[in-house]
């Protein structure tokens, strides 16, 4: 598809286990951010990469959160030992530059941590 | 401590009329500002920005206002049509920085 693609769309685990979120970007674009979005509340920058490396990692709430990026393109976010408070739709989104430019986004991965 | 504020969680707009939705922010610092649009179960979708440089842009229903001495965007749509319904969130930020999200406010568009 030509959108960014998040799997899995949901994803319903128990507190203490890992998780693993994935986010295919629009092919060509340089830049791919993760956000998180928690009810009623607006959206929370996490990470950027461009390219490969992460130059702002700076929304990272706990050295529990890592993510990567491959081959310029998929990006996984890992939650490890996931906490209630990690209940949350985590979006991802890229971009053809930096912040600058228009930010194209997926439909988010609802994460429910039971 | 908010940065960007949407104060107004939802709005209610009779179709063909004018919605209005505000956002303010408390960084001067900012200097590009963005509109996203959000439907249920579906990521944003970006609607509009505009650079400190001007203070109104324009894209077809859609306009963004800035008045930067009061530190608040808004944006108007017009005529409002019932596909407009919404959540529409603001965000702001400052040189080479992530944006900062406003909460968003809900649009109703009534037929």
């Known amino acids: 598809g030509a959108g960014v693609s998040q799997s899995p769309s949901n994803k319903v685990t128990e507190k203490g286990k890992d998780v693993e979120l994935r986010c295919d970007p629009i092919?060509?674009?340089?830049?791919l951010y993760w956000y998180r979005q928690r009810l009623g509340q607006g959206l929370e920058f996490l990470i950027y990469?461009?390219?490969?490396?992460?130059?702002?990692k700076s929304g990272l709430p706990s050295d529990r959160f890592s993510a990567e990026r491959t081959g310029e393109s998929v990006s996984t976010l890992t939650i490890q030992r996931t906490q209630q408070e990690d209940s949350a739709v985590y979006l991802c989104?890229?971009?053809?530059?930096?912040?600058?430019?228009?930010?194209?986004f997926g439909d988010g991965t609802r994460l429910s941590i039971l | 401590d908010q940065q960007v504020k949407q104060n107004s969680p939802s709005l209610s707009v009779q179709e063909g009329r004018i919605s209005i939705l505000n956002c303010d922010y408390t960084?001067?610092?900012?200097?590009?500002f963005l509109w996203y649009k959000k439907y249920p179960a579906e990521g944003p979708t970006f609607l509009i920005s505009?650079?400190?440089?001007?203070d109104k842009n324009e894209d077809g229903r859609f306009t963004v206002f800035l008045n930067k001495s009061a530190k608040h965007l808004s944006l108007h749509i017009v005529p409002s049509q019932p596909g407009d319904s919404a959540v529409y969130f603001c965000?702001?930020?400052?040189?080479?920085?992530?944006?900062?999200f406003g909460k968003g406010t809900r649009l109703s568009v009534i037929a």
């Open positions: 989104a890229s971009s053809s530059d930096g912040y600058r430019e228009p930010q194209h």
């Open positions: 092919s060509g674009h340089t830049a």
């Open positions: 990469f461009q390219g490969n490396s992460a130059p702002d």
């Open positions: 960084n001067s610092m900012f200097d590009y």
């Open positions: 505009i650079s400190s440089i001007k």
């Open positions: 965000a702001a930020s400052k040189g080479n920085t992530p944006l900062v």
